[in-house]
């Protein structure tokens, strides 16, 4: 009895102990937001951990003359990116938290050099989520992650709210750690995310002091914009926005966003309601073609004075909506081949409609075969609505 209860006792000694072995004290750790990469000029690699403020209740922490900051940058360099992590904590009194970073910032000239090395060690550290966001900067790194805009809020909650909002407009492709990854280590596709640079905003800067005769420093503003095109591990250009959208609607990620024409000498936008994207690769006479299928459902937005929407209207502009769309298709498509990167899909279809031709010639000869690969396009539009309003209003 006496070596039962003894045996009892322990399992519960064991359990009531179990989940504190990696405990951290709250005022000992700094939770990263953000993460910036770049190499500096003597080779090694450089960090920027990007941590919250602490926030005393009452306090409202927009970044003004006067008022606590909500973020903090901290800097390091080693000869490997964990060496650099590990260095953090010689400038930071607190243990970095990774679990709650949202994005990864990474500098164009480190891109370009290849991601290897970083890509492995923050797939091999389990603290480092492959759900934050991956962005390639186009400015300058230490700018980027400075510009907080007029409020003062952390660059990388900023990032990563517009993010969220990327369907709004589709007009930049973006990965997250995993999927680009998966792009990285497979031989049918090549990788690719977004950019993001910033610009000088309207607003003023809130701690600028205006002197007389002189204008107050505007702000910097992010922006996420363009899609960096990797080829292997490394950066080897970029697409502008009309080709992030063709590259979308290959891939058939265009959920929302705009398509402004110019019918009559007038503009009209046109909202993007649904869309489907379809891909087949075909042989015709002994030739690889791949066929990209577009329908695009969309509604009447805005258009101004001079424009009629009867039904030879209607069907001029799903016309030009569907070139259009194919224009942008094919500028991505164009751009890709001259990058000679498969970021478009185009050898995990081929290999999905031709498994035993892929495996014996085409994959080793994909390189070659894909920059002069034959592409047909074929787009159906649809205007599904015009609003509350028919015509436009004409002013009297």
């Not at 907080?148 to 709004?168: T, Y």
């Not at 490394?234 to 891939?251: A, D, M, P, T, Y």
């Amino acid at each position: 009895m006496r070596k039962r209860l003894m045996l009892i006792l322990s399992l519960l000694l064991i359990v009531s102990c179990t989940g504190c072995w990696d405990l951290r004290e709250a005022e000992e750790t700094g939770i990263v937001l953000g993460m910036g990469l770049d190499r500096n000029k003597e080779g090694n690699i450089v960090v920027i951990a990007q941590t919250v403020v602490p926030q005393a209740p009452g306090v409202a922490g927009s970044g003004g003359a006067g008022e606590q900051k909500t973020f903090h940058n901290w800097y390091s360099n080693g000869k490997t990116i964990f060496d650099a992590v590990r260095n953090l904590t010689l400038a930071s009194p607190n243990t970095p938290f990774w679990s709650h970073n949202k994005v990864y910032i990474i500098s164009e000239n480190l891109a370009r050099q290849g991601l290897m090395d970083v890509i492995d060690f923050l797939e091999r550290d389990p603290e480092f989520k492959q759900s934050a966001w991956i962005l390639i900067a186009q400015e300058n790194l230490q700018e980027i992650m400075q510009s907080s805009g007029n409020m003062g809020q952390a660059p990388a909650q900023i990032l990563n709210d517009i993010i969220q909002r990327r369907d709004r407009n589709s007009k930049y492709a973006i990965s997250n750690l995993g999927e680009f990854i998966q792009q990285l280590i497979s031989n049918e596709t090549q990788a690719y995310t977004a950019g993001v640079t910033f610009y000088q905003g309207l607003m003023k800067e809130q701690d600028t002091v205006s002197i007389t005769g002189q204008e107050a420093k505007r702000a910097k503003e992010l922006r996420v914009m363009n899609t960096a095109i990797f080829k292997g591990d490394k950066l080897v250009g970029w697409f502008n926005l009309e080709e992030s959208r063709g590259l979308l609607w290959i891939q058939n990620k265009v959920e929302q966003g705009l398509i402004v024409l110019e019918m009559l000498h007038h503009n009209m936008s046109f909202e993007i309601l649904k869309s489907n994207s379809k891909l087949e690769a075909l042989i015709k006479e002994g030739h690889l073609i791949m066929k990209v299928q577009v329908k695009v459902d969309v509604n009447i937005g805005d258009m101004t004075p001079g424009n009629k929407l009867d039904e030879k209207h209607i069907k001029e502009a799903e016309a030009l909506l569907a070139n259009e769309i194919k224009k942008q298709v094919l500028s991505a498509v164009s751009r890709a081949q001259g990058l000679n990167s498969d970021v478009l899909g185009f050898g995990k279809v081929t290999h999905r409609s031709f498994p035993k031709l892929w495996q014996e010639e085409l994959s080793q000869q994909w390189s070659e075969i894909f920059k002069d690969l034959e592409v047909e396009v074929a787009v159906e539009a649809h205007i599904r609505g015009t609003g509350l309003i028919s015509n436009p209003l004409q002013p009297k």
